[in-house]
């Protein structure tokens, strides 16, 4: 039921690029804008919907000879704490075992935000000859020691949610391994959170009539391609509709909550009624900059705007009751089961394509219930 509806709301999503940012991320994001920009024909190709992607995987799953209930899945998430990541590993584990895959044969590890922790973990899961792994790496540029030590041991790789860079995946291009990185195209996310904003018209927006629009970011962490576009194309989406902007503050909240409600506090007492609207990188660190918002004794889509990213419920709740101008869809139910789907197909002898994407959706007071029906 839920694949079905996901397929349709998928069906009308819109796919848009653009670009820039405001202050410190700037450089960062230039470097990964090439790797992108080739990635997002591929993505556009690769994106199906759910439904086919889970009638492709039945189908590789009978190949296989119905044997996966014996096959070993490591799975390495960098933390358990980050409330996206808590629904994509649930879904996750959901799935595999809706494919097949017995319980006791998958194993989820906590990698605690710390690189040196989950390396012990992929050593471990190594040892233990698990069939296949798939991994959410704390850093993505411990990518190339990952992928080394996990294919010397003739393991399938499957990446998620924090894409390496292109000359990595290039080089499982270039040596034919049985390695894919599954995700969503971050600059899609942000130029949506931008669009939401830009749709609301200049005039509501400009609350301080100066004919700019001035904002705060909230960043995840830097190192992270998804705050690094996130941060870049929101911005650009009003540039490229012509609107003047003015960056206030940019800083890091490193997706949690709590760091961004004492960022957004105290950019609120800096700067004031200056600010007009809060992009976070996030859900939940929008969740925390509402908390400082409310507190400021603001109010969103009065006299200040707030866009997060994730569709996390209780955004959804906040966007259905105007708490929250808009959030962005981050498909956890497509990415996992396309993580699965590309497990099970390495499990079967079939190779992958080495970037498999999916699509974001926007997440408005329109179609924020049906979205919030669709997850719970
Ligand atoms: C993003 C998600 C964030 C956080 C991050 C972790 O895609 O929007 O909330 O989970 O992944 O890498």
């Known amino acids: 039921m839920k694949k079905k509806i996901i397929g349709v709301i998928l069906a009308t999503a819109m796919f848009a690029t653009l670009l820039t940012g405001c202050g410190g991320s700037s450089s960062e994001t230039t470097a990964n804008t090439d790797n992108a920009a080739t990635e997002e024909a591929e993505q556009t190709e690769d994106a199906a919907p ?222 004031g009624n200056d600010i007009e609207v809060v992009f976070c990188n996030n859900d939940a660190m929008a969740l925390g900059a509402l908390q400082a918002i409310e507190a400021a004794g603001r109010t969103v889509g009065t006299d200040i705007y707030l866009v997060g990213v994730d569709a996390l419920s209780e955004a959804l709740e906040d966007v259905i009751a105007g708490t929250m101008t808009g959030t962005v869809f981050n498909d956890h139910f497509s990415q996992s089961h396309s993580a699965a789907d590309a497990a099970i197909r390495f499990l079967n002898g079939e190779g992958n394509e080495y970037y498999i994407g999916c699509d974001y959706v926007k997440a408005t007071q329109a179609n924020a219930q049906e979205i919030l029906d669709m997850v719970k």
């Open 50 to 271: 759910a439904e086919e992607a889970a009638d492709a995987a039945d189908a590789a799953a009978d190949a296989a000879g119905g044997d996966l209930a014996d096959k070993k899945v490591g799975v390495c998430i960098y933390q358990f704490s980050d409330n996206f990541m808590t629904l994509f590993r649930t879904e996750l584990e959901n799935y595999l075992i809706e494919q097949g895959f017995s319980k006791e044969n998958i194993t989820i590890a906590d990698g605690q935000n710390d690189q040196a922790t989950q390396s012990g973990q992929i050593d471990n899961f190594i040892a233990d000859q698990v069939d296949v792994l798939i991994i959410n790496p704390v850093n993505s540029s411990s990518a190339e020691t990952i992928t080394d030590k996990v294919v010397e041991a003739g393991i399938p790789l499957v990446y998620i949610n924090r894409e390496p860079d292109a000359s990595e995946e290039q080089r499982w291009a270039d040596n034919g391994w049985n390695v894919t990185y599954v995700g969503c195209d971050a600059r899609q996310s942000g130029t949506m959170q931008g669009e939401m904003i830009v749709d609301l018209g200049l005039e509501a927006v400009d609350f301080n009539g100066d004919g700019k629009v001035q904002y705060i970011m909230v960043e995840g962490d830097p190192e992270n391609v998804d705050a690094q576009y996130r941060t870049e194309f929101s911005v650009k989406a009003l540039t490229d509709a012509g609107w003047e902007v003015e960056c206030l503050s940019d800083q890091v909240g490193n997706w949690q909550q709590d760091q961004a409600q004492s960022i957004v506090a105290n950019a609120l007492g800096q700067y």
